[in-house]
């Protein structure tokens, strides 16, 4: 079993959709969870993060987070055709550390027009 | 303007030759380290540096090695023991004293091996 597992997708909405991208994770000690997201051929840049069980809001986008069930997410409220880019969830274990971040294969997301 | 700067952006490598990403970051963050990206892949671990003159072992360390001389600058060098050195190689940095240790990454250098 992976240590963090994100569906590869694609996923595909239309434009003005709610997008619902998931992520599950291993380890019960995870304490920090992220989501990047990362255009073809760029690099990563963070969207948002969380680490206390239920959702955080950041404008268009919401982070839920379920540590007993071992899950996070992220809601993408009225997709844009900008928003096409793969989502790249990634849990860190020790949050006072600086530990190191696990990341999940990423999931491709298509907004079509 | 505070960030992270790689170069070069892309580089090519000959088999058997040693080469050295340069990573430099603005931001006075303590912690730096280095990933793998590969087509279609998430981000493996290669080294990270929590302070200066001390790093650690990331998931696919074999044929990488570090330096953290100072606390700006983390160069990653490819050995010619790696032997699948293609790859997108990406430096990211993060403080640690703020707790949630959020990584801010550098724009990537593509190596190929020819």
């Known amino acids: 079993q992976k240590e963090v597992e994100q569906n590869s997708g694609p996923l595909s909405v239309p434009e003005g959709a709610i997008a619902s991208l998931n992520c599950t994770y291993s380890?019960?000690?995870?304490?920090?969870f992220f989501w990047y997201r990362q255009y073809s051929g760029k690099s990563p840049e963070l969207i948002m993060f969380i680490y206390s069980n239920g959702d955080k809001e950041d404008g268009r986008f919401t982070a839920q987070l379920n540590k007993a069930s071992q899950y996070v997410s992220l809601l993408i409220r009225d997709s844009q055709p900008s928003d096409s880019a793969t989502y790249l969830c990634a849990v860190n274990r020790f949050r006072n550390q600086g530990g190191k971040l696990i990341f999940g294969q990423g999931t491709e997301l298509s907004v079509k027009p | 303007d505070g960030g992270i700067t790689q170069s070069p952006k892309y580089l090519f490598r000959k088999e058997g030759q040693n080469v050295t990403l340069s990573c430099e970051q603005n931001l006075n963050h303590d912690a730096m380290y280095w990933y793998r990206q590969d087509p279609g892949q998430g981000l493996r671990l290669i080294y990270y540096s929590q302070i200066v003159n001390d790093f650690q072992k990331g998931d696919i360390a074999e044929g990488y090695s570090v330096s953290r001389e100072k606390k700006e600058s983390f160069p990653l060098t490819v050995t010619s023991a790696q032997k699948n050195p293609t790859a997108f190689y990406l430096c990211?940095?993060?403080?640690?004293?703020?707790?949630?240790?959020?990584?801010?990454f550098g724009p990537g250098t593509r190596l190929t091996v020819l």
């Open positions: 380890d019960r000690g995870s304490q920090s």
């Open positions: 990211a940095s993060s403080q640690t004293s703020k707790g949630s240790n959020e990584q801010f």
